[in-house]
């Protein structure tokens, strides 16, 4: 069955760095595109960047772009997310989850459990 | 970008009545290959969220049939014939069209009164 497993999260002072890991299993990583989602405390789903099935593609959302970097390694079948810069605003669960990809995205059927970023003083 | 506008922002529903919930984008999710990629999510208390349509009206395996979906261009609606209490929850229309970025609605919160 589909797993998508991530890890990395904690508390981070603000400016401070982390790396979010995303292991999946379950289904043939390299044939789909990855993406993180981040959901703040009380809020909504927000989009945070994708990743292409051979990662030669990546695209972020503005609120991330500059500071955030998605990778994958497909022989090790994981998803990253190396996160700099942080802000308060950042703080959120994060999810990675899985997306066909057909010139538009399908919604993402597959999603992990979440691992929850903290940014504070 | 495009803005996805959900309404009502709070549902509440007696047990076994139907739930209408709408999405609203600012541009016609209508792609070039002749699909309409609004996608709808379920997110129960305490649980990622799952998706229960995609290409506005196309249910997935294990969503049962009293989920539904339709619509067109830039209004689309998630309805529920008789609501369970198993429903409760948060509910996402998103578009998958017009990215980067992709854009989720802002949930409706269904509750059972």
């Known amino acids: 069955q589909v797993q998508l497993v991530e890890s990395g999260g904690g508390v981070v002072q603000p400016g401070g760095s982390l790396r979010l890991s995303c292991a999946a299993s379950g289904f043939t990583f390299r044939g789909y595109g990855m993406h993180w989602v981040r959901q703040a405390p009380g809020k909504g789903l927000e989009w945070v960047a994708v990743i292409w099935q051979d990662g030669s593609k990546k695209y972020y959302a503005d609120s991330v772009q500059g500071r955030f970097t998605i990778s994958r390694d497909n022989s090790k079948n994981t998803l990253y997310l190396q996160m700099d810069s942080l802000r308060a605003e950042d703080t959120a669960l994060y999810y990675c989850?899985?997306?066909?990809?057909?010139?538009?995205?399908?919604?993402?059927?597959?999603w992990g459990q979440g691992t929850l970023v903290t940014v504070s003083s | 970008d495009v803005v996805m506008t959900q309404s009502p922002l709070s549902l509440p529903v007696t047990l076994g009545q139907p739930a209408s919930i709408s999405c609203r984008s600012s541009q016609s999710l209508v792609y070039s290959d002749g699909n309409t990629y609004l996608n709808w999510f379920q997110q129960r208390p305490g649980q990622s969220p799952r998706r229960l349509i995609y290409?506005?009206?196309n249910r997935d395996s294990g969503v049962p049939d009293r989920f539904s979906g339709s619509g067109s261009g830039t209004d689309f609606t998630l309805n529920i014939s008789r609501v369970e209490a198993e429903d409760v929850g948060i509910y996402y229309c998103m578009q998958g069209t017009h990215w980067p970025p992709i854009t989720f609605g802002q949930g409706t919160r269904l509750e059972i009164k």
């Open positions: 290409k506005v009206s």
């Open positions: 989850a899985r997306a066909l990809y057909n010139g538009a995205w399908y919604g993402h059927d597959y």
